[in-house]
């Protein structure tokens, strides 16, 4: 199942990177983290009340769902980067870990993003066929703190993004892909470079 770990002698495991490698690899980690408190601090500090009423980021699910997406992701990069930062032999399982989580949580806080978007391009905008009127006009401060929350909110998707391919180049790069079989239990041949 391993290629390389075999070849460089012994039970297959070799360290994750140089202590260059992994020190990057840690602040990559680390920079989504403040990158989400960040937006979460600025998206929970958003409301605003004028005599039109009051307005806060609590009142639509949007804005609710970045700020619990924002909390997970932050909690994920402390712990992915303290896990990253100690050397350790490398290891299907945690190669496979890295993986499927950075890439998860990419997509989390991506629709975090993408929804919150929706929401502020509305209250700018607004939608006469639903009856929704522009919103930013009278609440001003509002929108322009939720707009900030959400620029933030997507250089934390591309960080992520970033994660997601240094992780699967890390898995694809030193593993073989998982054999597949067909229906009756038969192996299927696979493309090996």
Known sequence: MMRK????????????????????????RVLPMVLCVAALIIMLKDSQANEYGSLSYSDLGAFRYLVHASGVCAGYSLLSAVVAAVPRPSTLSRAWTFFLLDQLLTYIILAAGAVSAEVVYLAYKGDASITWSQTCGEFGGFCRKATASIVITFVVTFCYAALSLISSYRLFSKYDAPVAYSEKGIEVATVRS
């Open 5 to 28: 770990g075999m070849e460089m002698g012994g039970d297959g495991a070799e360290e994750t990177g140089t202590p260059t490698t992994r020190t990057a690899e840690t602040l990559l």
